[in-house]
């Protein structure tokens, strides 16, 4: 049995002693590019790394599939398929916004098992907000229960659609030409702030065709706990294995999701 609140202390913790004093104050060489367009900062992994360690020792016998090992050695993906519980670390998502020194970044955290998602911790540290969920028991920030939006027709929804660089060509022109068709607002470049405003009300939707399960484990639980729905574009719903699907729709509920669908992807 995991200790939510004694989870959230130590990704606090992290961020408060390797995420924060390196904020706007990164040096030459502490920011590099792992692939085209993707940076990683000394921030990322010594945070994936302390927070690894830690979490190891709270949980034995678990394991631990961060970003930053993954773009090292792809093969830590297969420990998700395994029996074993497996902590999912984003140790900075918005890590371009981090390197840049804009204020939306955030720790992400699962904890999942067989690829389903137990547990989920969201952290911003500049707003020093905690959004935790934990299976069949809510989402939470603080003492405060979350539930998202509710339901809108899709004209009325207001939510970000991610579809450009990793959509399928057909999927990303599909989307382009109907974004008039519902309330579009400018993406922050962070996923766990999109998560943050799903969670707390801000927006009704978000549209990804990137599902990396540090980007989305956290997330979609969290979603769920607080009432809404986090299904791929068949329909089905999402886990820390579906890494290779080609898009997820977040929405308020089954309806407001289908009449999404229906909006931005049908034939």
């Known amino acids: 049995m995991i200790d939510v609140a004694s989870i959230s202390k130590i990704i606090e913790e992290t961020a408060l002693q390797e995420v924060l004093p390196r904020f706007q104050k990164l040096k030459a060489g502490e920011v590099n590019e792992k692939a085209q367009g993707e940076v990683v900062t000394i921030a990322d992994t010594e945070t994936e790394r302390v927070l690894s360690e830690r979490f190891k020792a709270v949980l034995p016998g678990s394991h631990v599939v961060g970003e930053e090992a993954v773009s090292l050695d792809p093969s830590v993906m297969d420990l998700l398929e395994g029996d074993d519980p497996v902590w999912i670390i984003d140790p900075i998502d918005g890590t371009s916004n981090y390197a840049s020194g804009k204020p939306v970044f955030a720790v ?146 089954r309806d407001a999701w289908l009449d999404l669908q229906a909006t931005l992807l049908a034939v």
């Open 108 to 253: 992400m955290v699962a904890l999942a098992v067989a690829g389903e998602t137990r547990n989920a911790w969201i952290y911003d540290p500049i707003g020093e907000r905690c959004l935790t969920a934990e299976r069949g028991a809510g989402a939470w920030i603080g003492r405060k229960r979350l539930q998202v939006k509710e339901s809108a027709p899709a004209i009325d929804m207001s939510g970000t659609m991610h579809a450009s660089t990793y959509a399928l060509p057909d999927t990303a022109a599909k989307i382009k030409q109907r974004r008039d068709q519902v309330q579009a607002i400018p993406s922050l470049r962070c996923a766990g702030h999109e998560y943050l405003r799903l969670a707390t009300a801000q927006m009704h939707f978000s549209l990804f065709t990137r599902l990396m399960p540090w980007d989305h484990a956290a997330g979609c639980l969290i979603q769920e706990e607080a009432g809404g729905v986090a299904l791929c574009f068949d329909g089905t719903p999402y886990t820390a294995l579906r890494h290779q699907e080609k898009g997820l729709l977040i929405a308020p509920s």
